[in-house]
């Protein structure tokens, strides 16, 4: 009776297609025109993927420093690491590039060479003053080699700010206004001014000038991720295009195919504007998936068609079988793949929620137009030809599907001890495998601007900041001495971790102070003791208000003070081992009774958020397969079934864990969406291998063996078609610069061939070895709804 209105329901939705041709056309046409209007509201993004949720603790500290000391994340540099600068015409052209920036309304601040202030001790007022290095433009080298050696020798406070003491690079840091950091004029900024002057001054004066800091980073990295948008989109076509045209031989229905998944492509990119999110890494892949997705729907449609030209040569017929037969297949195997992505929406990370919406709705999408848009147009055309359809008889794939045939029937101890030593296998492989929470890794290597951020990390140790607030509780606690040694004691031990550069706070100025008290001299550059520190600080709080730099590293109050360092590219292992010993040093110097101590920065938040992902990636994988596992117990009423089908589908996603530990393949972002993509993809062959064996058993009679043999003949063929289109299309993305995206890419196409292999040979294995348990009748009662057709068996499937 359920099979029956099952099969009447898609009978009336062919009937209301076919006969609605005009109207349905119009509607897709109106409706892409709508969605084509929703691309002016697709936006970049302009700040890094907040992996966490909005309510975690580390996100809370690190908002708790943005209200307080502003964006931390504001800060370009620039460094040249070349002697000749330090040369009359090269030493004035650099402070003349850093006075550009200085003049332009998106910069908040230039600290260079060119306005570099000297404290000096000023007895007639008690007061501190400010002087300028470079009082004038020096027109000889003695003038140069002068203010050179003062720099570097007299001036420790600005050391790993401004300069390297051991290799001699020099450095300007650009501070941008902290309002525009996060918006689309930060863009236009690096692109049309900054880049430019800079290009211009290294190609007039010969100079390798490196750039590097958060706000210029993103922006390039950002660029990158559009350029290569459409760099995937026309891979995927033409990889998808050439196998589709090996497949049919036919030039109209490869257009009909790369036109319907063009037009998915225009309906994500609509969808990604009409929900107003931002285009990221992961959103960016949406737009490939659509077409490596929706080529195999083409395939089923129009293999269905042409199997049911051939058959009785009738149009309306074949166009209603279509869409009746082959729509409620589709149908299922689309839902199960979009379920895959939809558990990243239960995530409490904005960027994978994201990135499960818009790609669960475009996967229906692109099934609700292959089914409308194929059968339509090819009810305004002639019949195939019959060159056409002659790869509905080609053999050259009969020696494939009888070797599975032979595996199954004669070698299952064979397949069932080779998965048994992969699984084996990938156990250890995953014990190997290593968490990474680097907000550099994914960043394309052969860039220029990769580059530099491997230069700064050896000249400044690293460009990433890292924060430490200290609040005192009490307004103006910052400035006692108390305090103050507190703060040195654990800067102390950030300057002895290799992987933090030189800590900048209110102690650098402190013992600056002292330097300037002492005449300059650098040996005085450290806390003053006690009785100096009365001296001192009358002449810091006589000073004008020019020489007040507190603001840079102390709030309006006085209370709460930050200490500011920049971090190497580490992985989470390392990061959680810095962030423990600071953190021992923290509660050890710092009482919580009249102290309170927070770590955070961007560094911080994204190998936290990192964490997070790992410790969310078993739930989201356990929400895909209980979906789906719920989703064919009503398909199959049967328990035992549902547990047998899992197996094949588990197996793949454990060796490809196993493949990462072995590979030095790393968790993270990227490759965490590795396992619920593929499982939602390939549990697609598993449906269609036990709907094809239970309507064979039917049929036979229930004969087992019978059954399993005509149902792998059936649709090996299709998995075999499928399997190669994904596998093809997976792989576009690793032609990508982004490490993460080159591995989902990899892992995917490589879990989904072995889904298929699983598919094809231990799941007619397990069905045979375990045929008197889970294949009779008592257990494979009646469907909720038959996937395919009784009437039509073995039709359905290309052959």
């Known amino acids: 009776m359920i099979s029956w209105i099952n099969t009447k329901f898609w009978a009336t939705v062919a009937r209301i297609i076919l006969r609605n041709r005009i109207l349905i056309l119009l509607l897709l046409v109106a409706g892409t025109v709508y969605m084509g209007l929703q691309w002016k509201h ?23 420093f943005l209200n307080t000391f502003g964006e931390e994340g504001n800060l370009i540099v620039l460094a040249v690491k070349d002697s000749s600068l330090f040369t009359p015409e090269k030493f004035n052209a650099w402070n003349r590039l850093s006075e550009q920036f200085n003049a332009m309304p998106e910069v908040d601040l230039v600290v260079s060479l060119q306005n570099l202030q000297k404290l000096i001790r000023n007895d007639q007022k008690k007061q501190f003053d400010l002087e300028s290095l470079v009082k004038s433009n020096p027109e000889t080298k003695e003038e140069v080699e002068k203010i050179r050696y003062e720099l570097f020798q007299k001036l420790p406070f600005y050391e790993n700010l401004l300069f390297n003491k051991e290799t001699g690079t020099v450095r300007t840091a650009v501070y941008l206004d902290k309002e525009i950091v996060n918006t ?20 007039k004066y010969d100079v390798d000038v490196r750039v590097s800091g958060m706000p210029y980073i993103r922006t390039l990295n950002s660029q990158n991720i559009v350029d290569e948008i459409g760099i995937f989109i026309l891979a995927a076509l033409g990889i998808t295009s050439l196998i589709f045209f090996f497949f049919f031989r036919s030039f109209r229905a490869t257009f009909i195919s790369m036109f319907v998944v063009t037009i998915g492509v225009m309906w994500a990119f609509g969808t990604l504007g009409l929900f107003k999110y931002e285009i990221t890494v992961l959103t960016a892949l949406i737009p490939p998936l659509i077409i490596v997705i929706g080529i195999p729907n083409c395939i089923f449609l129009i293999n269905k068609y042409q199997q049911e030209v051939k058959k009785h040569g009738n149009q309306a017929l074949s166009l209603q079988r279509v869409i009746s037969k082959i729509g409620n297949a589709t149908l299922m195997t689309n ?104 907000l550099i890794e994914d960043m394309p290597k052969k860039t220029e601007f990769f580059s530099d951020i491997r230069f700064f990390e050896e000249e400044f140790d690293g460009v990433m900041p890292l924060e430490i607030m200290i609040d005192t509780k ?51 550059y450290q806390i003053p003791s006690a009785q100096e520190n009365n001296f001192v600080l009358s002449y810091a709080r006589k000073s004008s208000s020019d020489v007040n730099l507190l603001k840079s590293f102390v709030d309006s109050t ?69 979906l789906i596992a719920l989703f064919m117990a009503y398909m199959f009423r049967s328990f035992k079934m549902i547990i047998v089908s899992l197996i094949p589908n588990l197996l793949p996603l454990l060796i490809t864990a196993g493949m990462m530990g072995f590979i030095g393949i790393p968790i993270k972002p990227s490759t965490i969406l590795v396992f619920s993509i593929a499982f939602g993809i390939s549990v697609d062959d598993t449906i269609h291998f036990l709907a094809k064996y239970r309507q064979e058993l039917i049929a036979n009679n229930w004969k087992i063996r019978k059954s399993v043999y005509a149902a792998l003949r059936e649709t090996g063929l299709s998995m075999f078609y499928t399997s190669i289109v994904l596998f093809f ?24 061939l072995f889904a298929m292999l699983a598919n094809l040979l231990l799941l007619p294995s397990l069905l045979l070895s375990l045929e008197r348990n889970i294949a009779n009748k008592e257990v494979l009662k009646e469907p909720a709804f038959n996937i395919i057709p009784e009437e039509d068996q073995g039709e359905d499937q290309p052959k």
């Open 474 to 524: 009490r307004p103006n606690g910052v400035m006692k001495l108390a305090t103050i040694r507190r703060m040195n004691e654990l800067e102390e031990l950030i300057e002895e971790t290799p992987e933090l550069s030189k800590p900048m706070s209110i102690v650098s100025l402190v013992k600056y102070s002292k330097q300037a008290y002492y005449r300059g001299n650098p040996k005085f």
């Open 335 to 438: 839902v199960t793949t979009a379920s895959g992505f939809a558990t990243f929406i239960l995530t409490n990370s904005k960027i994978l929620k994201e990135f499960g919406v818009i790609a669960s709705i475009n996967i229906l999408v692109i099934f609700l137009l292959s089914l409308l848009i194929i059968p339509i147009l090819y009810s305004f055309m002639s019949l195939p030809k019959t060159k056409h359809l002659k790869h509905l008889n080609k053999k050259w794939i009969g020696a494939f599907v009888n070797w599975m045939e032979r595996m199954v029937r004669h070698h299952r101890i064979a397949i069932y001890s080779i998965s048994l030593l992969l699984l084996i296998a990938s156990m250890i492989g995953m014990y190997r495998i290593r968490i990474s929470g680097s």
């Open 184 to 203: 689309p004029v930060r863009k236009d900024f690096v692109f049309d001014e900054f880049i430019p002057r800079v290009k211009s001054f290294e190609e």
């Open 729 to 752: 299309g997976f792989s576009v993305f690793m032609i990508s610069s982004f490490g993460g995206t080159v591995a989902l890419g990899g892992l995917v196409s490589a879990t989904l």
């Open 558 to 626: 006085g209370q709460i003070a930050r200490i500011t360092t920049f971090m190497r590219d580490v992985g989470t292992d390392r990061m959680d081992r810095i962030e423990e010993d600071l953190l021992t040093k923290i509660e050890k110097v710092f009482p919580e009774d009249r102290y309170e101590v927070s770590m955070t920065g961007k560094a911080r938040v994204f190998s936290k958020g990192t964490e997070y992902l790992v410790n969310n990636l078993v739930l989201s994988l356990s929400l895909a397969i209980v």
């Open 42 to 64: 697709m936006r970049l993004t302009h700040s890094e993927a907040n992996l966490l949720p909005d309510d975690h603790e580390v996100n809370v500290e690190y908002q708790q």
